[in-house]
């Protein structure tokens, strides 16, 4: 198992057991590379291993195939499910609670951003969201992340940054030991609520 995985494995055991799990942006390749976390596949497993329904989100109907593939040979499909969409629209209908959120979509960081305004209101309170690609590229100082982690620290969310291999980066945010409400209760109090 490669840095990549590991990291994004350690944040999502810390995810709560209520709530869904979602990654937007799928594997593209149907093997593992010291570059590629493999995410769908391992996150699959994770998942499946505590009983929680996973989400893979991708717009690409080619590499959303080699994920279901992927995860069908190596993976635990019972519990995951695929969607040919954007992050952004597929967020934006949900209505389930959300525990653990991986962006690692193609769009570059306004789009990053606005996956988890979409995803914001769904989040549980001691939910996990990890950002890759959060290297210097493109142009953007924090690669995906440039637009969103700004915005979570200035939210409260603990923010901490990871070497995955290489010039590779991913950032992990989480409101714990903060006095953030939870999304999902706060709701509940106002409005009908998210499952």
Avoid at 16 to 41: F, H, M
Avoid at 167 to 192: N, W
Wanted: include cysteine; hydrophobic fraction near 40%; proline fraction near 4%.
């Amino acid at each position: 198992m490669n840095g990549k995985a590991e990291r994004f494995l350690a944040a999502a055991a810390q995810a709560p057991d209520a709530g869904i799990w979602v990654e937007v942006g799928c594997v593209r390749i149907p093997e593992e590379l010291q570059s590629e976390g493999w995410s769908t596949v391992h996150l699959s497993v994770a998942a499946g291993g505590r009983g929680i329904p996973f989400y893979s989100v991708d717009k690409d109907a080619n590499a959303l195939m080699v994920a279901q593939e992927s995860v069908q040979a190596h993976g635990d499909g019972h519990k995951t499910t695929f969607v040919l969409d954007t992050g952004r629209e597929f967020l934006g209908r949900n209505e389930q609670a959300i525990g653990f959120l991986y962006l690692d979509g193609g769009g570059g960081p306004g789009e990053t951003l606005a996956e988890f305004m979409e995803a914001e209101r769904l989040l549980r309170g001691n939910a996990i969201v990890a950002i890759d690609d959060c290297q210097s590229h493109g142009g953007f100082v924090h690669g995906k992340g440039t637009d969103l982690i700004p915005y979570l620290i200035s939210g409260g969310w603990n923010v901490e940054w990871f070497d995955t291999g290489g010039e590779y980066k991913m950032v992990v945010a989480d409101r714990r030991g903060t006095e953030l409400p939870d999304m999902h209760q706060r709701c509940a109090k106002e409005t009908a609520c998210p499952t």
